[in-house]
């Protein structure tokens, strides 16, 4: 990903970094224990505001920088598969969430 | 215009792969997704390296547009159906910039390759090789483009929409969230703008909203007077492309200009006017 883009890295991402100064939230998806390559995993704000989305790594992986706040993830896979989380981040902090569908 | 000249779905793609007359591009910022897989016969443009210029900050000119669609074998006759990941926003994006240099037959995919992945529809590793061309384009048309002093001309007399998210609209974040926070040198927001984020144009699938629903969004929940001239930004201008062409080209609006600038351009200028804070 260029330090200029705008777009997802259509290739994922590779899990991890350290946060530094970041509100960094990231995991996995897998799915029967396989991780889901081909998905998207979706952050969003109060009232189900759209936020950010990223296509999923070949590892399963997404990372998001956030502000600091609560936040819902959700996850889109082909065949129809979705799951939800809530999650909290924080300015310093890598906050992990696996997700199995 | 409307809706069924601009769009199709996919099936109406599917139904022309290897269709001579049609072309079908995928353009991403990061073209590692196509190299994984893409609709067949699909070429690939990289929205930085092939449309921008490689020096200044502008996308690449008349003679290299000329240049680069001979080089991938798109000629003036062909119909050129582009989608992409994000939401289709680089799609979007060369969708304008296929306008703005007098390709008609240009097509969006609804849904991008997000929609055509989640229906679990074929990809292929198969990179085409099509036969050069010789492509000619037209003068950009400049109605269609915005640069930063018609922008700050427009302050409080037409409509600007920032299609960026709420926070970054607000001047708490400079990119959006799955991005490190960098970039322009101040945050916030043009004077007057309304916060209309290029996600409420969008279903979750990707594929766009319902005239209705569009027309809603954006003449009641915003307050856009349609009978003002528009200008949408965002942060690099390929969001607002996907708004230009929902208030351009689906809900056939004149006068929409795209300020490609956006706000790493305009918020980074020395002495315009920024507001912080939340939008109405």
Sequence with gaps: ????????????????????????????????????????????????????????????GFRFFAAPGSWTLRVLAPGGLRAERSVEADYGRVTKVDVAI | MSRSDVLVDADWAEAHIGDPGVVIVEVDEDTSAYDKGHIPTAIKLDWKKDL????????????????????????????VLLYGGNNNWFAAYAYWYFKL?????????????????LDSRELS????????????????????????????????????????????????????????????????????????????AANEDGTFRSDDELRNLYQNEAGLDF????????????RSAHTWFVLHELLDQPNVKNYDGSWTEYGSLVGVPIELGDGR
């Excluded at chain 1, 705008?6 to 946060?19: D, H, K, M, Q, T």
């Excluded at chain 1, 990231?26 to 950010?52: K, N």
């Excluded at chain 2, 210029?53 to 074998?73: I, N």
């Design chain 2, 101 to 117: 240099y007098g390709h008609d037959k240009v097509l969006l995919l609804d849904g991008g390759r997000k929609k055509w992945e």
């Design chain 2, 125 to 200: 590793t198969d990179v085409p090789q099509r036969p050069k061309t010789s492509y000619t384009a037209k003068e950009q048309d400049a109605s269609l483009r915005a640069l930063r002093d018609e922008v700050i001309a427009a302050i409080g007399k037409r409509n600007l929409v920032d299609v960026r998210s709420p926070d970054e609209f607000a001047g708490r974040l400079l990119a959006p969230a799955h991005l490190p926070q960098e970039q322009a040198q101040r945050g916030g927001h043009i004077p007057t703008a309304r916060n209309v984020p290029w996600s409420k």
């Design chain 1, 1 to 60: 990903m260029s330090a200029d883009g705008c777009g997802a890295p259509a290739g994922g991402v590779s899990v991890s970094a350290a946060a530094g100064s970041q509100a960094v939230v990231e995991g996995r998806v897998v799915h029967d224990g396989a991780p889901v390559a081909r998905g998207y995993a979706r952050l969003l704000g109060t009232g189900d505001e759209f936020v950010a989305e990223v296509p999923l790594g070949d590892d399963g």
């Design chain 2, 52 to 79: 921008q210029d490689p020096v200044r900050r502008d996308f690449v000119d008349r003679t290299g547009f000329e240049a680069l669609l001979s080089e991938r074998g798109i000629s003036n006759d062909d119909t």
């Design chain 2, 227 to 238: 009978g003002k001239d528009t200008i949408a930004y965002c942060r690099i201008g390929e």
